[in-house]
């Protein structure tokens, strides 16, 4: 008898030790730290994507010096995108498994690491080799971030919380535009690899020193799913759910705009409007400083919208609007243009918060990670090629309209296709 009480007495000591620390700390403070990690999780999102964000910033210097064409620096930028389109789903099975500090802190090291060696490359294509690198990496920093705030808001605040940290983005890519262009004035462009490199460090060591998982959020059962094989199709097979397509209809084509603007826009300006580079950057940072304020604002109304999915039908609807207004209207005025890119910024970046709220409410309990990389990964199809498409339309026809008319031309589509989908799910509910 006093053997089993000591044994039982064993057991709920090692139970205590299993426990995570938030369900140790009393109910306030355990809601208190839900902050905390919003906040480190904003932080290691913006640290991560700092450089991949920021890169169109310093693409001038970068294509003057080597000589490369605008398809090549398209490339550059889907090179970072590349790993990350099986990567995606590599790290959302990761973070279903595995703790969300040691999935998203080994990730961003990596890229920390792989930035700051890319200082060495002497030629283009070791370039593109340090960038997959950093690809790897930034897999896991996007659905890792967005799962551990999940756990910790329940609905009625997590699209706002979503929207914070999902303006860890364009928060890293407006420091980028400001940042990285004055340090490649003052030291040279390889300089701003390793700026970016010594900030996805530091946001590496932050998430990992101070994440917790929520004590209040037990594990989910994962039900045996047999080999390899099945596993992979049956996770595949969530592509034909009906949410799964309107998801993939407005994320395709939005992330194309935000891409396209983030990309081209520095190039855009200078070369059309001959602007100074430093000025073109700015504002350039004036949309990414909207797309910090259109991710937070969009999210906390989609809290309080019917559908959390309306919000990101109205994005569809402003971006179309704001790149008829860039491509066919003559914009001279310095205020002008900021009034457009705050436009294009709010809602061409802003759109992401309720998106990924929206997708994540959408996943099954125990796919949520899986869920998360599998819409990013879907996004990512267009990350890597649009950048190098729009590029090449640049290349053979010397002008821009064709590629801002093809991204006018894909929102106008997903819109249509979102539309039919949300009319059929109308049809149902009456039936």
Known sequence: ????????????????????????????SAQNYRWVILLIATLAQAAACFFVQGIGAISVYIQADMGL???????LVSAAQLVPLVGLLVAGELLDRFSERLVVGVGTLTVGIALSAAVLAESYWAMLLFLVIVGAGYSTAQPGGSKSVAAWFDKSQRGFAMGI???GLPLGGALAAIILPTVAITWGWRASFLVGGLIAIFGALVFMLFYRAPGSVLPVARASE?????????RLAMIREPAMKQIMASGISLISVQYGILIFTVLYLHSRLQMEVLQAATLLFVAQGAGVA????????SDRCRS?????????????????????????STLMLGCLMAWLG?????WYGPWVAYVAES?????TGFVLGLAMAINQLAIVSIPPLLGWLLDISGSFMLGWSLLIAMTLLGLLMTIQRQGENNESHRV
């Open 1 to 28: 008898m006093v053997k089993r009480q000591e044994i039982g007495n064993a057991k709920e000591r090692l139970n205590a030790l299993r426990t995570p620390m938030t369900t140790m700390l009393p109910m306030a």
């Open 69 to 75: 064409s605008a398809f090549q620096i398209g490339a």
């Open 165 to 167: 940290r999902q303006a």
């Open 226 to 234: 047999g080999g390899v094989k099945k596993v992979v199709l049956s």
């Open 294 to 301: 259109g991710r937070i604002l969009l999210a906390a109304w």
């Open 308 to 332: 959390r999915y309306f919000p990101v039908m109205v994005c569809m609807v402003a971006v179309i609007v704001g790149l008829l207004v860039l491509v066919w209207l003559p914009l001279h």
């Open 346 to 350: 709010f809602f061409g970046f802003g």
């Open 363 to 367: 996943a099954p309990a125990d796919k």
